[in-house]
Each structure stands twice: as C-alpha cells, then as structure tokens.
C-alpha cells in the first residue's frame, strides 16, 4: 500500500501531495477556498470534504483516480474504498442541497511543463476527471437549470447540445443523442433487453430505468452515468473568453486558454520541500 505524503503548503499542511498540488491550481486561478472546512456525520458515516470553494460555493473531494475499471476492478480493497468516496459525495450533496465535484487524477495535461514545448496532441491528454452530484431534487425539478442556480453553485456550465443530462432537450426531444432517441433506437434493436413497455417521451425518471436495464443487461453492470444517481461525469475545466466552465471532456479537447495552462504548468512544477516523513 501506498502511503500519502503530508505536503505543506501556503502554511497550510494537506494530507497528501496530489492535494496540494490541486491547491496550487485553484490559486492559480485566484478562487478563494478552505481546505478541510467542515464535517459531518451522515447515515452514521463520517466525511471530511477535502475542499469548499468559495467562489462556486461547492465541496471538492480529490482523489488520485476515480471509479474507472482499469484502475480498480483488479484491487477489491481500492474498489471499496473508491465506492464509499461515491457513497457519501452522493449524500453530502443529498443532505446539503450542494453541487458536490469528485475530482481524480492530477490537474494538468499532458505537456505542461512549458508553454513553448506544449503540442498540440498534449492538449487531449488531461491527466484528470471531475464526477458531478448534483442533489437529487434536481432531477425532479420543472426546471433543471433554475434548481441548479437554487443550490448556490455558481461555475458556469458549458451546455453544448443535446447530450447534457442537465438539459430538458435530453429528455424532451426525438432528435441524435437524445436519451429517448437512444432508447427508441434500442428498443427497435434489442427489445429482448427490455421487460416494460417504451417510456412517454419527457418522463424522466422511467427514460432513467430504461436506460439503466438496457447497460445492464448489454454491459452486465450498471451504468456509470446513473449508478450514483449523478448527472454528469467526465467532465473537466475550460477557460472561453476569460470564462471558467466545467466542460464535457469531448467539448473541452480544443486549444485550453493560455491562463489556464499556465495553471496546470503551476501545480506541475510546485515543489514541495517541507513535509513530514
């Protein structure tokens, strides 16, 4: 097992060095945040976020990767330690109304060490992937993006398309990439993966059902989009126009604003003199 290193930095002292390094990234991007702010007990489970940020007014928790099966299907201890972090991100956002980002891996791509040896494949290559919870009452709002605004979170959104779970048109429409575009499509295909009939166009929560039996059943486990009840997942940052977005990962792969690769170049090359063995 690999041990943390306790890192200092800015004074303050973080659990591990993949931490510290994030912190260097959000202060490269001058956000006001708090470090370890508050705890709580919820369903009888301790959680200490690692993160509030101020300016979104969201909880951050990092780890080093999240639940992809080439990372942890092989470690049984590392996969349940994975799905409780899953667990209780799910519930402090439940249990607090609050956008909650579950961040893994490092806050840089590929290259960033110098703006000048940057290429630009580098810039499809982000060493990182944030997994968004939003509180259930979210999905079961009237509108999703004015519930979203309820909750305080405040980092813009980039809404690109149909594709967005957060967008009516996922579920409202018969258009490409729609979910019940998707579903219409597999029910003509696969109707042996189904026991109910084709879901009303608009009804979300059984669009939901249908497309949880149809991984199910296709990939023999469950769908990684709703497993956690999440909304949205692969998603990383992008800077358009001076502007901070969390992004789809496919939307963010074009050129990243110069301030935010200067960011990532930051918590690369921080070095970190002062820890305890």
């Known amino acids: 097992m690999i041990k943390a290193i306790e ?31 508050e705890g709580f007990e919820i369903d009888g489970e301790r959680y200490l976020p690692d993160f509030w940020i101020n300016n979104w007014n969201c909880w951050i928790e990092i780890k080093p990767y999240i639940l992809r099966k080439n990372h942890s299907e092989d470690d049984e201890e590392e996969n349940k330690k994975i799905k409780r972090t899953f667990r209780l ?60 605004l309820k909750t305080g979170f405040s980092l813009k959104m980039e809404i690109d398309g149909i594709r967005n779970r957060l ?41 939901i059902e249908a497309d949880k039996t149809y991984y199910l059943e296709s990939h023999k486990e469950e769908n990684p989009h709703w497993k956690y009840d999440l909304c949205n997942d692969m998603y990383v940052f992008k800077i358009i126009n001076d502007q901070l977005y969390l992004s789809d990962i496919f939307n963010a792969r074009e050129y990243q604003n110069k301030k935010l690769l200067i960011a990532y170049i930051n918590a690369k090359k921080a070095r970190f003199e002062n820890f305890k063995e």
């Open 89 to 148: 991100c799910r519930k402090l956002s439940d249990n607090r109304n609050e956008v909650v980002l579950l961040i893994g891996g490092n806050p840089y791509i590929e290259g960033t060490t110098s703006l000048n040896d940057l290429e630009e494949n580098d810039r499809y290559s982000f060493n990182y992937e944030i997994v968004v919870f939003y509180p259930r009452s979210i999905m079961l709002s009237a509108n999703f993006n004015e519930a979203l």
């Open 167 to 207: 967008s009516h048109n996922f579920y409202n429409s018969k258009e490409n990439c729609s979910l019940y575009w998707f579903l219409e499509n597999q029910y003509k295909n696969n109707p042996e993966y189904f026991t109910k009939p084709m879901p009303e166009i608009g009804d979300v929560n059984s669009l």
């Open 7 to 37: 890192t200092e930095y800015n004074g303050c002292l973080y659990r591990s060095r993949l931490e510290a390094r994030w912190a260097v990234f959000f202060d490269s991007l001058n956000l006001n945040f708090v470090y370890e702010k």
